[in-house]
């Protein structure tokens, strides 16, 4: 069964950090491509961030560029969102998910498999 569990989230201040992790099992991960999403109150689920078969092919949303950091441990089946300067608006429950033979490329496309997400909340 492919499975995907987020982690990591939780309550933090503003300017804090955070990352968050996606523990995957029940498939080839290196196979896919492993993309990040976030969905705040009242708003889209919004796509923030990819990663391909290689560090080289993460790519990321503008309203996150130069704060998120994505990465990928093919051997622990993990990737990671790592976030910095973290702001209110950042408040979402963020989801991993994972989609066979996929370019990394932004507006990202449909994804084959989810998490059930995880809770970030930046308040002071």
């Known amino acids: 069964q492919l499975q995907l569990v987020e982690s990591g989230g939780g309550l933090v201040q503003p300017g804090g950090s955070l990352r968050l992790s996606c523990a995957t099992s029940?498939?080839?991960?290196?196979?896919?491509?492993i993309g990040w999403f976030r969905q705040a109150p009242g708003k889209e689920r919004e796509g923030v961030s990819c990663?391909?078969?290689?560090?080289?092919?993460?790519n990321y949303a503008d309203s996150v560029k130069g704060r998120f950091t994505i990465s990928r441990d093919n051997v622990k089946n993990t990737v990671y969102l790592t976030i910095n300067s973290l702001k209110p608006e950042d408040t979402a429950i963020y989801y991993c998910?994972?989609?066979?033979?996929?370019?990394?490329?932004?507006?990202?496309?449909?994804?084959?498999?989810w998490g059930q997400g995880t809770q970030v909340t930046v308040s002071s």
């Open positions: 029940g498939f080839r991960f290196d196979y896919y491509t």
């Open positions: 990663i391909s078969r290689s560090d080289s092919g993460a």
């Open positions: 998910a994972a989609a066979l033979f996929r370019q990394c490329r932004f507006p990202l496309g449909e994804f084959d498999y």
